[in-house]
């Protein structure tokens, strides 16, 4: 079959901090894809645009750069187009839509840290799609380096997740992105390869590794949509990899949907990938990334074929949501109240979570019994916590529920969804977290001890134990335990869990937060508001230091007298509050409470906010 030896087609996939977009930094400066002055001026990071990925430090939507390299052994100049994944199991679908468009995957992995959960979760993508794969070590650097035992760790997890034997026998590149640095040669624990200046030998091995595109020169058009972008002037723009036959500017393809069903459509607009900019273009020919604009409502997983023979590429499948949440517009009393131009109606809630869905793969938005609330239903916490802070920076105001699980039937039994949670720890936590397991039904896999004072653990727990996990973890560890979890299955029900003791303060009346009433309060428990914060009856204020639920009366003001005394100008001292952000506040949540999201503020409110409702209900449910 002919072949195009001009491009190549990669992913870069690995855990969340391994290196990837800055290994992507790295071949973008080097490739010369930038001048000289720009270069100097480049940010960290370029891929990561997105403002909510530069402020948490991780990948959230893959992306697509296109590098041209000039190999040193001469010939002409070869473009690879890159495609930088996210490493947090969460964006799984964005994971397998990039899979999707390539021919071969690099697999990062920290050079300290080992393979963790979520490279386990990328490579079983891979080897699933039959995709050759580049082992880079990267980070070789680090002053707690163990390379030789990591590459050891490697090839268990190919052997684990039964690859095949030319699956297994893949080049092995060491590498230090952050100074542009690769080499085939194993440096020493703790420094960067010496015998190399630039990352010449990992262009090399992916000219050598990554299969050119194969093309029949009889086969009619065939063009995968694998995703989705918006231009102000352009509209809707649909990203795809031509497979078979040419693509070009102003030509009518047929547009074969979801549904099966053909409609012919006009190319307006036809841009290749140059750098992280895309360029206008005349043509796109087989195994080619080209983002093409003219049809409104296109879909990720449909196909652009000849009108004379359409031929359908099969649809992008992705796995099934584990969490789901119900997002509704704001009911509380403030509503409203926070600033101008606040999106407040269930209309634009509603068009907004359905455009989402255009460019989700893995998201999906089901109807409630009530009209202005949605459950929503994703990969992840993390996942949905993104989805409801971008809303909220967009300027809408919610009122989110809290995460529960999405549970399946399997064989008349009720199943539920359980993670394989991996955790790093320095060994005296060990009591610890084995107790915060065992409080959430978790089963130990294995544990191993790396002679440094640290342990890794694996558990299998149910996804609902995890939710408001994190907090909790990382009080125990004083901060310095690393817990990761990845979708492993479903399991029967596990029955009842309790993961938060503490009950709630819940304020008895609507006013403004007094530091006279906050002294009194901050014995009972932790607060969660400042002085001069207005709040609602059912607005939760703190969290109580007892099991159970308390009305507390909050806004009570200190009652002036004539009289004066030695002590009244005694100044108390007022604890700090604990702010919660909104990932914290998903976390705390329980059964009966629920979220206000506004662009200002995040609180969290009792579901039923009148006080002697609250009591009747109780009543209800004892008898």
Same mark, same amino acid.
């Given at each position: &079959? ?10 870069i996939?690995? %855990? ?9 930094? !790295?071949?973008l ?6 001048a ?6 480049l ?31 001469g010939?002409? /100049?070869? #473009? ?20 999707? &468009?390539?021919? !071969? ?28 794969v ?10 707690? =380096?163990?390379i !030789? ?24 590149v060491?590498a ?14 703790g420094?960067? /390869? ?27 058009l ?22 078979q ?5 102003g ?21 290749? #990938?140059?750098?992280l900019t ?5 043509? =796109? ?16 997983? $449909? ?35 926070g ?5 407040v109606?269930a209309? *634009?809630?509603k ?56 549970t ?5 039994? *009720?199943h ?12 005296? %936590? ?11 039904k978790?089963?130990?896999?294995? &544990? ?8 890794? &653990? ?13 907090? $909790?973890? *990382? ?8 817990? %990761?979890?990845?979708?492993?299955? %479903? ?12 009950g ?12 006279? =009433? ?12 400042s ?9 939760i ?29 005694v ?43 609250? !009591?009747?209900?109780?009543s209800?449910?004892?008898r």
């Open positions: &079959m002919p072949t195009r030896h001009d491009i190549r087609n990669v992913a996939v690995a %855990h969340v901090d391994h290196g990837k977009t800055t290994l992507v930094d !790295a071949m400066k080097q490739a010369g894809a930038f000289a002055h720009a270069a100097e001026n940010d960290e990071r370029m891929m990561d645009s997105n403002d909510l990925e530069r402020e948490k430090g991780i990948t959230i939507l893959a992306k697509n750069t296109a590098v041209k390299y000039h190999p040193s052994t010939g002409g /100049p070869v #473009t690879i187009n890159i495609i930088d994944t996210p490493g947090h199991a969460d964006f799984g679908g964005e994971v397998e839509r990039g899979l999707s &468009m390539v021919d !071969a995957v690099v697999l990062l992995v920290d050079a300290s840290e080992g393979p963790l959960p979520q490279t386990r979760f990328v490579l079983r993508k891979a080897l699933q799609a039959k995709l050759p580049i082992l880079c070590i990267n980070k070789t650097d680090r002053p707690d =380096a163990r !030789a035992e990591v590459v050891d760790e490697t090839y268990d997890l190919f052997l684990d997740l039964d690859a095949t034997e030319e699956q297994i026998e893949f080049p092995i060491y230090c992105a952050r100074d542009g640095i690769a080499s085939l040669t194993k440096p020493e624990d420094t960067v /390869p010496a015998d190399s200046k630039n990352l010449e030998p990992f262009f090399t091995t992916l000219l050598g590794t990554v299969p050119a595109p194969e093309y029949d020169d009889s086969a009619p065939q063009a995968h949509v694998t995703n989705l972008d918006a231009d102000n002037f352009l509209g809707r723009i649909a990203l795809l990899r031509v497979e036959g040419e693509l070009k500017k030509q009518t393809v047929a547009w074969i949907k979801r549904d099966g069903s053909v409609s012919n459509v006009r190319i307006t607009e036809l841009m290749m #990938t140059e750098a895309r360029k206008p273009a005349e043509k =796109a020919g087989p195994g080619d990334i080209c983002a093409v604009a003219g049809i409104p409502d296109i879909m990720i997983g $449909e196909t652009l074929a000849d009108p004379e023979n359409p031929v359908a590429l099969p649809l992008i499948t992705v796995d099934e949501p584990a969490i789901s949440m119900t997002i509704g517009t704001n009911t509380s009393p403030l509503v409203g109240k600033g101008k131009g606040h999106k109606t209309r *634009l809630v068009d907004r979570l359905e455009r989402e869905l255009i460019g989700n793969v893995s998201l999906r938005v089901l109807p409630t019994e009530r009209p202005d609330a949605w459950e929503v239903q994703g990969r992840g916490e993390l996942a949905l916590a993104i989805l409801v802070e971008t809303m909220r920076r967009e300027g809408f105001e919610l009122t989110v529920g809290k995460p529960e699980v999405v399946k039937e399997i064989d008349g039994k *009720l539920e969804p359980i993670e394989r949670m991996t955790i790093d720890s320095p060994e005296e %936590h060990l009591g610890a977290i084995t107790q915060l397991m065992a409080a959430r978790g089963r130990m896999e294995t &544990m191993t001890n790396h002679g440094s004072g640290w342990i890794r &653990m694996e558990w299998i727990v149910p996804s609902r134990g995890l939710i408001g996990f994190r907090t $909790e973890f *990382l009080t125990q560890t004083r901060g310095t335990g690393i817990a %990761h979890s990845i979708f492993e299955g %479903h399991e029967p029900w596990f029955g009842e869990l309790r993961t938060r003791n503490n709630s303060l819940v304020a008895d009346r609507s006013g403004v937060v007094t530091a006279f =009433a906050m002294t009194n309060l901050q014995e009972r428990g932790v607060l969660f508001v002085p001069g914060t207005e709040v609602y009856e059912g607005m204020v703190g969290e109580n230091s007892r099991a159970d639920d308390m009305d507390v009366n909050i806004t009570k003001e200190k009652k002036l007298t004539n009289m004066r005394s030695s002590t009244a100008d100044t108390e001292s007022l604890v700090p509050p604990r702010l919660l952000s909104l990932e914290q506040s998903l976390e705390f949540c329980r059964d009966d409470e629920c979220i206000e999201v506004t662009p200002e503020t995040v609180r969290i409110r009792k579901v039923v906010l009148d006080q002697k409702e609250r !009591a009747r209900a109780v209800r449910a004892k």
